[in-house]
């Protein structure tokens, strides 16, 4: 088989410029990751690099068995690194850690893939990955624009961002109609200095009426209205850095003891 129908719904762009597959494979810098997770390596573009590049445990998890058949044809030796499931589904514990995770990723699931490593963060080190233009934009953008959200928060929390390359929509088959690019995502060495969960809960609530003030998006935490005089509360989500958020949530956290 040397022809794999694109599936929409499995949001397949094949990627098909090798250069740049090849410059988003050497964008991977951890040395001390285990293993490097390959997620969605439809025809194998990045998969073809990946193999060359290093001599790390590689596995690379394929929902489509079509692609899978393809692949194993394609890569000598590849069997056994080839898992045929659902990303969303696996158990991230599995594998050998710390984790890189690189990929294309389906457009129609990239929030989805952002909160599972967000909620896997103890064991991953690295992501080098593709999205979307806009949504890559969210993920490294800064307090006080306005595609600042929770996910730049949450992500930003815990790694470093950085936008690496922006990619034509020409550089792919089927040609999607969005502008895409490649971000990388790397661990900080610290973790942060507030209740994790809260903290979670209170960026969610924030943005979720983004146009109100704190002081009234974070009603249902019952904050007692003395320590609601503190300025940060008249502000609206999208004012507040990583750090306002951390004292933000450390502030609400000592009236709830
Ligand atoms: N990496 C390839 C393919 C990118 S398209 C390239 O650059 O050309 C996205 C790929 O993710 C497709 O192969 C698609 O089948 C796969 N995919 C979609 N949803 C997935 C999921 N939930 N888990 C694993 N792979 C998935």
Redesign the pocket.
Known sequence: MNFVN??KR???????NDKI?EDIVSFLSDSKTKTIL??????????KNLIKKSNKKKKF????SD?IEYLKIKFDGINDDLIN??????DLNSFDKPISII???????SSQ?LFKIYENKNIINEMVG?FQLEVAERICSNFGTKKYGILSVLIQAFFEVKMMKKIKPQS?YPIPNVDSAVIRINKKNDSINCNEILFKKIVKQSFGQRRKTLRNSLKIFNIPDIKKEDTIFAKRPEQLSVSDFIYLTNLVDNENI
């Open positions: 694109p599936k499995f949001g397949q762009n094949f990627l098909t597959a390959e997620i969605g390596p439809g025809k194998g573009i990045l998969t998890i394929e929902i489509d692609c499931k659902d990303f969303l589904k696996i990929g294309n990723f389906p457009y129609n699931i893939i593709m792919f």
